[in-house]
């Protein structure tokens, strides 16, 4: 999205200005309503909520439902709080991302530089998985998580992302190194230069900015998994599950407050990654459409 | 047997053959040109004499070994790429010395060898740089640095000039020129831009459709094409090709032609066995240059024989005019001298050589031997 | 005379293979096997686990004998038709405004765009409050004098559906406004300079030129956006739990309860596989034609 800066050549009047203007701060708005709703009562003492206005400022700030959320609420049955969760998330997300990146780089090489009869094939039925809904695969996979000893662990969820994330993570690299000059590997095979030093030293030192996609994507689909989550979990549930959860419990009185601070806690890290990333982001989203 | 042969390969991509039983053998410290049109099969021999490409058939031989199936490195070959390839994330000289560098060599040694080059090819300052900080023409010689610094047996280029301006390819022509007469180092080059071929090599392969049409020295392929293709894809503009028929006259054939004004020219060949040909009809092949104003025709030739015709369109260019004419119904470019006086729609006397013509036997489109 | 590839060649002719092998066999297992295993299941009386007692067609039968299902269908059909529509409008409305040179566009686009970075379970969380008459929307309205304003679609049976629509179209009509902002962004200004001096109007520059060149954007948009709109899971659990009732229930929702809740596991198959192929009836020959046309 950053490098789109042309313009159209339409010229428009003030009055249909005035108009567009007028339409896209009211959108504005409405996106940033939850957010807004969110933070403000998150920092609200619940009977300001139940007993004022959603929309109002706190007029008494607190940070005790944040860290009631974080570290004593009632999740299911034991009053941890999320950070647990958060903890678990941590663990999973991390070497998911890791090691379905490095598969699809990998992979993404082979498809374009080392390219053999069938490998369209293969890329499709790769690029198909990417799309099929988890339902068809859950009953199965629960199976195996299940003999295999995996079932509700960290492990197994990082095995099941890996496993349905490499499509993604193979159509960013195959479409980024398709455009990658295939002279310069035929260059540095004549140079003597085999396989995977080709990969080393010539492809992934350019490979930076599809990295950070590929990263950023697996990152967002991973972190804010629930599907998987919620059929794997186990005793090690994600973030995602643990919110779900908490806001979900139909004992005792619906501390709303703690449970706007749980969602922007479960909503921080891919916040923050898109703020801090937001264009690699964007434009992970597009290369789902498949074209690269 | 050659320093590099190459006998009876063919290419096959599934059921499509490619490249028809190309046989080729290239001296040590040759310069053969591959020239033809795009789509011929040039690279995909290139690449197979580099190893990128599989052979379907036959065999590749350098210096006496066959290399069918030997890694690219093992082939002790270098290549320059059209795009010149060079990797992005190095600097030049980590460019140049990369290859070495995966053969092993010492650093001392690759440092030697690095400077050598940069002095050769005058681009000692632009080591440190990335290729993006390069020009055109400055990658370029990269490029060929990369490959000198192997000090291969062979060198392979795959239309190094076709990314440069016009005026720097003239210049780096020459240069490319230059380096092979100082090194002599066995080179292929590939390019489809026939004054290319032309200029720098000692023989030139003419290829068209996966098959060599023609393998000869410069002014063979010139001045005896062996057939319509290499006569009409060589020299610029190209070989006037006209039907005419064979007639005898005071014991000698000549070739009977009409303009547009219906008018009838019988111009004496200087080939005598066309008198075989009499009553038949040919494709008689005549270049630009070897139809004139009188004043501007060649005086050492034996045979020229002068002719009026009407004239249809000039086109001054700088140091030439050319004129086109109409015979037997097809147009006929003439080249005359910058200053020749001619109108369009007014005839005008020609002088044309009769000794660079060649015929050909319009059955086959091969040309009719001397 | 070495006619056979050298060792270092033949390796190197493997290697790419066996890389790729890996990444292959477990789609072969865990993609394609699975969804085999899933087909063969829906055929069997499975119930709480897997059992392999062959029924036929009984599961299907059952399965669309079931008012639950049924419900889940309506739904999902009426749900997957306004979400992909609104998203589509607001998004080209707003790609559309956001490329007549506005000032703050780059404010504008991150806002627009922020949603699709946060979890369904988050999005369900906000609006389920927001929505909910008790705290939300329509306490706010009363609070702010607006005594007879009433807004109880979220536990209201009829109308609960689509609040999932609202916070459906919330959370990605940004991101297909930036879809569309690229393929306006991609269209070459001179045809449209050239349409104006053909004296065409804004209006019909954007009918009859700009749209029709916006096809590609309009395709991709529509397989993303079917394509969430089918394996909508989590929205549907965090905003409603497909309630109330089984109001809301969608064939996301029905899939998961019958298989691990409620011990139908030969249903629960069966609904996945007809899942799987409606995706398949959009995806396949979208992938078919990218794939073909990047050859
Ligand atoms: N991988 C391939 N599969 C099928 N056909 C191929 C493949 N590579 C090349 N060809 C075909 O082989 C023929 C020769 O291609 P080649 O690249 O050698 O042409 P060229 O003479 O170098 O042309 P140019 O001047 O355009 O570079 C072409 O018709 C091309 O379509
Ligand atoms: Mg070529």
């Known amino acids: 999205m950053a490098a789109v800066t042309q313009d159209t050549a339409v010229s428009t009047g003030r009055i249909t200005r005035t108009f567009i203007y007028l339409v896209l701060v009211l959108f504005a708005l409405f996106y940033l309503l939850p957010l807004y709703v969110m933070g403000v009562n998150s920092l609200k003492p619940l009977n300001e909520i139940t007993g004022g206005n959603m929309m109002a400022l706190p007029s008494q700030w607190t940070l005790e439902p944040w860290r009631s959320a ?91 992302h890996v496993v349905y994330g490499i499509g993604f993570t193979t159509l960013y690299f195959r479409n980024y190194y398709a455009s990658f ?29 599809i990295a950070v996609v590929s990263v950023i ?11 998987f989550g919620v059929s794997f979990g186990g005793t090690s549930q994600p973030m995602t599950v643990a919110l779900n959860n908490l806001v979900q419990s139909s004992t005792g009185v619906k501390e709303y407050n703690v449970h706007f601070a749980g969602a922007i806690l479960a909503a921080l890290p891919t916040l923050l990654v898109y703020i801090v990333a937001g264009r690699y982001f964007v434009r992970g989203l597009m290369a789902g459409s498949v074209k690269g | 047997m050659g320093f590099l042969d190459i006998r009876n390969v063919t290419k096959s991509y599934g059921p499509v053959q490619v490249l028809h039983r190309i046989d080729i053998a290239v001296e040590e410290g040759e310069f053969l040109v591959l020239v033809g049109p795009s789509g011929c099969g040039k690279s995909t021999l290139l690449n197979m004499i580099a190893g990128l490409e599989a052979i379907t058939d036959g065999e590749i031989a350098i210096k006496g070994r066959v290399v069918n199936g030997v890694h690219p490195s093992k082939r002790n070959i270098a290549m320059v790429f059209q795009s010149y390839a060079l990797y992005p994330n190095m600097t030049v000289g980590q460019n140049m010395t990369f290859g070495l560098e995966m053969h092993g060599v010492p650093k001392p040694e690759r440092d030697r060898a690095l400077a050598d080059v940069a002095k050769l090819l005058q681009i000692e300052t632009l080591l440190d740089r990335k290729p993006g900080q390069l020009s055109g023409g400055q990658r370029q010689r990269v490029a060929m640095g990369r490959a000198l610094v192997r000090n291969p047996d062979v060198f392979l280029f795959d239309e190094p000039l076709s990314n440069l301006d016009a005026k720097l390819r003239v210049d780096m022509r020459t240069e490319i020129k230059k380096l092979h007469q100082k090194l002599k180092t066995t080179i292929v080059y590939v390019t489809h831009d026939q004054i290319e071929a032309l200029t720098l090599s000692t023989r030139i392969a003419v290829m068209n459709k996966g098959h060599v049409q023609q393998l000869g020295t410069p002014k063979e392929i010139y001045d005896t094409p062996a057939n319509l293709f290499v006569a009409t894809f060589m020299g610029s503009p190209a070989m006037n090709i006209v039907p005419a028929t064979v007639v005898m006259e005071n014991g000698h054939p000549h070739a009977a032609l009409t303009d547009a004004d219906g008018g009838v020219h019988r111009l004496r060949f200087s080939q005598a066995n066309l008198a075989a040909w009499e009553g038949k009809p040919i494709l008689l092949g005549i270049r630009p240059e070897a139809i004139t104003d009188p004043e501007g025709a060649d005086r050492k030739s034996g045979n ?45 006397d020609f002088a044309i050589n009769m000794e660079k013509a060649v015929a050909f036997d319009p059955a086959t489109e091969a040309r009719i031997p001397a | 005379m070495a006619t056979e590839a050298d060792f270092r060649t033949r390796l190197q002719d493997w290697l790419p293979k066996l890389v790729l092998a890996p990444s292959f066999a477990v789609t072969l297992l865990f993609v394609y096997g699975f969804i085999l295993f899933t087909i063969v299941l829906s055929f069997t009386g499975s119930k709480m686990l897997p059992k392999f007692t062959w029924v036929g067609f009984e599961n299907y039968e059952k399965l669309f004998a079931l008012p639950a299902w049924n419900t889940a269908i309506v739904n999902i059909a009426i749900f997957a038709t306004l979400y992909i529509v609104i998203c589509t409008v607001i998004g080209l409305m707003l790609a559309i405004f956001l490329d007549q040179k506005i000032r703050g566009e780059g404010m504008l686009r991150p806002i627009y765009l922020y949603p699709m970075a946060l979890s369904f379970i988050v999005t369900g969380t906000a609006w389920k409050w927001f929505l909910d008459p008790g705290i939300g929307l329509e306490r706010i309205m009363h609070q702010w004098g607006w005594e007879s304003f009433s807004f109880t679609w979220i536990k209201d049976g009829e109308m609960a559906l689509y609040t999932i629509v609202i916070a459906a179209v919330w959370q990605t009509s940004g991101f297909v406004m930036a879809m569309f902002l690229a393929g306006l962004r ?110």
């Not at chain 3, 609904?271 to 046309?293: D, F, G, Q, W």
């Open chain 1, 70 to 160: 974080w570290s004593t609420a009632q999740i299911g049955v034991e009053p941890t709080g999320l950070k647990p969760y958060f903890l678990n998330s941590i663990l999973m997300v991390v070497p998911a991302v890791a090691i379905s990146t490095i598969i699809g780089a990998l992979n993404g090489y082979v498809l374009t530089k080392w390219r053999f009869r069938g490998d369209t094939w293969v890329f499709g039925l790769m690029l198909f998985s990417c799309f099929i809904p988890f339902q068809i695969v859950l009953i199965p996979m629960a199976v195996v998580l299940g003999k295999l000893g995996l079932a509700g662990t960290v492990p197994g969820l990082i095995l099941v």
């Open chain 1, 181 to 209: 000059p295939t002279e310069l590997v035929r260059a540095a095979m004549i140079d003597g230069a085999g396989f995977f030093r080709i990969f080393w030293r010539i492809l992934l030192p350019v490979s930076g900015p």
């Open chain 1, 217 to 227: 994507w697996q990152f967002t689909n991973i972190w804010n998994d629930f599907l």
């Open chain 2, 304 to 348: 020229i024989q002068p002719f009026s015709n009407r004239v249809t369109v000039t086109e001054p260019a700088g140091s030439d005019t050319f004129v086109t004419m109409t015979l037997s119904g097809k147009d006929v470019i003439a080249r005359m001298r910058a200053d020749a006086n001619v109108t369009p729609g007014q005839s005008f």
């Open chain 3, 186 to 295: 991609g269209i070459d200004n001179e045809t449209l300079k050239a349409a104006q001096i053909d004296g065409a109007s804004n209006w019909q520059l954007y009918r009859r030129i700009v749209i029709p060149l916006l096809r590609p954007a309009f395709l991709s948009a529509f397989v993303i956006l079917s394509h969430l709109a089918i394996k909508s899971y989590d929205l549907v659990i965090a905003l409603t739990g497909g309630g109330p009732g089984r109001a809301t229930e969608m064939p996301a929702t029905f899939m998961y309860s019958y298989t691990f809740t409620r011990n139908q596991m030969g249903i629960g198959a069966s609904s996945a596989v007809i899942m799987l192929m409606t995706i398949a009836a959009i995806m396949v020959p979208y992938l078919y034609a990218e794939l073909k046309e990047k050859k």
